[in-house]
């Protein structure tokens, strides 16, 4: 966990910083694949990537390398939604093990 909330707190201060978003598709789109990288890299640190999660983003690389900016976005929109569920998983997962194993006295 200590390794994730550096990658936290980056995803969380590009976010407090964006500024407006781009009017161009293609750079939409580029944005879009960009910020689901970096949570995508933040999951992985935290040790809870998932491999959909990484199956969009290509997916979005692709639709951006043919042009089909609508597709890239979306595809990247739907990666950076489930790599921030997978960091939520991973912030659960630090202290819910205790839950799952009794200490004897």
Not at 55 to 82: C, F, K, P, V, W
Request: include cysteine; proline fraction near 4%.
């Amino acid at each position: 966990m200590r390794t994730a909330l550096p990658a936290l707190l980056l995803i969380a201060l590009a976010a407090c910083t964006k500024s407006e978003v781009p009017a161009d598709p293609a750079e939409q789109a580029r944005a879009a694949v960009a910020e689901a990288e970096a949570h995508y890299q933040a999951s992985w640190e935290a040790g809870h990537a998932w491999r959909a999660t990484k199956a969009l983003i290509d997916d979005a690389r692709a639709a951006l390398e043919l042009g089909d900016y609508e597709t890239a976005a979306s595809s990247a929109d739907r990666a950076t939604a489930m790599a921030e569920a997978s960091l939520a998983q991973a912030e659960a997962e630090s202290t819910a093990w205790r839950d799952r194993f009794p200490f004897s006295s």
